[in-house]
């Protein structure tokens, strides 16, 4: 487990009772962050885009005994996010914590890409948890709560051919850095989870026919199919489980000094403790430029 240090304004506080909103519950991270703050105690309203896709989720909770209340809830629609936000606070009367879970990765350079592509991978990995946070804060201020963000490595260093997908977690990492004091100003703790590998639906649902992808990627294509090789023996052989990283998403949820970024796993915090100690930006390029070498 990392160090843990305390934001400005917060206090120690018990899960029980408290409510948490999570984002992108019908699989991965978010699924088990669900069960496990159920478990801790949290009332938990689990948010999926599409209703129709809980089915995984409803029988992961009643496996572990647990109570979710499962509600709609897209992250690139403003209308969604408002009336889950209002919903919960009807029903519930309070909101302590927002876990904002839900991504997308994306797999392309840039040449070969549209800027349209860019702009929906930040709709969803960046605007997502800036929509989200906007309407969580004034309840959370109300009781002191936190914003939990399930960022990534790729906040912290960017790989080849995630260009998009690390430029929308670096800016949900500058935001969320930008934001922690202030919040932390007014009693809220603002905190994010940077994962590794971790063996979720997450690399199925870029939906890439890897294949197909190094063929049309013209003078891309060879440093495309190092990458793809590298990535795809990394989630074979050293992911961490869903459940590994929810432990550290609820540790930010529950801890009494919970440190602004958490690394998930060992190879997690080697990996982003290279960048941090990177001032010129010349080991990341040896390290990632070895990878497609
Ligand atoms: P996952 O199994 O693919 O889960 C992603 C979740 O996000 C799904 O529930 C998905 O819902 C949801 N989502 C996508 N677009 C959404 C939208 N517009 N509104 C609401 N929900 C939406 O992958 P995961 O690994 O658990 O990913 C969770 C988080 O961890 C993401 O932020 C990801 O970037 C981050 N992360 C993952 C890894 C990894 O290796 N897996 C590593 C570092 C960071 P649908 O079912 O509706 O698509």
Redesign the pocket.
Known sequence: MCAHTQNAGEEPRMSTNKVVLI??????????TAIAAARAGFRTVA????PA?AGALREAAAEAGVELDVRA?????AASVASCVEGVLADHGRLDAVV??????HVGTIENGTVEDVRQVM???FF?VVQVTKAALPHLREVGGRVVT?????GVIGQPFNEA?CAA?FAVEGFLESLAPVAGAVGVGVHVV????????????VGIDQERAVADAGPYGPALAGYLARTNEA?ANA?QS?AE?AEVVLAALTEPRPAFRLQTSAAARGFAGVKLSDLDGSAVQRLTGAWIA
């Open positions: 984002t992108g519950t019908s699989s991965g991270i978010g699924l088990a948010t999926l885009r599409d896709r809830l897209d992250v690139t629609d904002n879970n839900a991504g997308a990765g709709e969803v990995n997502g399930v960022s990534s490595v790729g997908y977690k940077e994962p590794g590998a971790v063996a979720s639906e997450f690399v199925s649902n989630f992911a869903p990283a």
